[in-house]
Nanobody, 127 residues
Framework: QSQLAESGGGLAQPGGSLRLSCKWS????????IGWFRQGPGKEREGVSC????????TYADSVKDRFTISRDIAKKTVYLQLRALKPEDTGVYFC????????????????????WGQGTQVTVSS
């Protein structure tokens, strides 16, 4: 059973906003890096953003920088991804993933570095 559960996806118009949530049911969230990935139709899974354990530093893919914001509420064991200025190319299934050993860097996210995955939530951007 996954320790991660995403929610908050849906249909948005171009230029609109959505907030995705990733609920962690395992041990202290502060001990895990949590990343967000997305997979569009016919595309490979793409790393979007990550928030690191302990120091809470963040990374973003160039395609979402200045539009998406990752944050966390340790007490609620939840990581959020605020999506703004949405574009049709943001459409896809969004997954959150966690790992207790990983420290995310600006060099990009590798899905193989994450040990736990959620089931995903669909985001569709269309007028």
């Amino acid at each position: 059973q996954s320790q991660l559960a995403e929610s908050g996806g849906g249909l948005a118009q171009p230029g609109g906003s959505l907030r995705l949530s990733c609920k962690w049911s395992g041990s202290d969230l502060n001990y895990h890096a949590i990343g967000w990935f997305r997979q569009g139709p016919g595309k490979e899974r793409e790393g979007v953003s990550c928030i690191n354990r302990s120091d809470g530093s963040t990374t973003y893919a160039d395609s979402v920088k200045d539009r998406f914001t990752i944050s966390r509420d340790i007490a609620k064991k939840t990581v959020y991804l605020q999506l703004r200025a949405l574009k049709p190319e943001d459409t896809g299934v969004y997954f959150c993933a966690g790992d207790p050993m990983l420290y995310c860097s600006d060099s990009g996210l590798d899905p193989g570095d994450f040990s736990s995955w959620g089931q995903g939530t669909q985001v569709t951007v269309s007028s």
